[in-house]
């Protein structure tokens, strides 16, 4: 497929017009013309980068690209280094970063809510359609204690739970891939059981014992591994891309 179909399949599955970014989403650095071979992965670190050049790829779809706001706009170092890489073996750099989160079956909160048995109901932002934190319900009511054990099974990794003083059992759950823990208070304020997201900050601890809401945080690469794994598959079995995921492992 050429590069600009390619790009418009993306765009018309995620539809990056809908939501208002950090970064841009789509293609970031330019490569083949043709696409064949595909990488998908997180985040675009040199690592990846030399794994898409030995597998031979054109192409890497990442959720973590480049060019994020207020960042330096000087190509230099690090970044310097991964463009150059990109361009001298002719691979084009996609990046889908809140398109990603958002999607309804491909995105990362919806892959994440699969893995853990969550049915989604709704946005947690009720009053935004594209918002980028779900709330749900789980099948059966959940000690504290058994879904902290649940969500460190299915992600392959220690999730920190913030217990709620109350220990309440949880029913409802709201949750945000990645760096998402300021939405706590609202999942809160709604009063939904317990929140989960990848990263913690120090005040988490402090909503989470003061507004009674059970906290998970369980990884931001964990909690994100996801979308970029289904747009592997969603690629290979619905339009006959040779398409791969490749899981970088990172403990944060």
Known sequence: MQRKQFQQLLNDVLKPERIKDYCPNGLQVQGSEVINKIVTGVTASQE???IA???GADTLLVHHGYFWKNESYNITGIKHKRIKALLMNDINLFAYHLPLDIHESLGNNAQLAKLLG???TGPLELDNPVSVSLQGELAQQSSGEDFQQLISKALSREALHIAAPSNKP???VAWCTGGGQGYIELAAELGIDAFITGEVSEQTT??????DIHFFAAGHHATERY???????????DHGFDAEFIDIDNPV
């Not at 979308?227 to 079995?237: E, N, Q, V």
């Open 53 to 55: 050049i030995e597998k």
């Open 170 to 172: 949880i029913k409802t």
């Open 118 to 120: 969550i049915k989604v």
């Open 227 to 237: 979308g970029a794994k289904a747009l592997a598959h969603f690629l290979k079995d």
């Open 206 to 211: 402090h909503i989470a014992r003061e507004m």
């Open 48 to 50: 990846l980068i030399d």
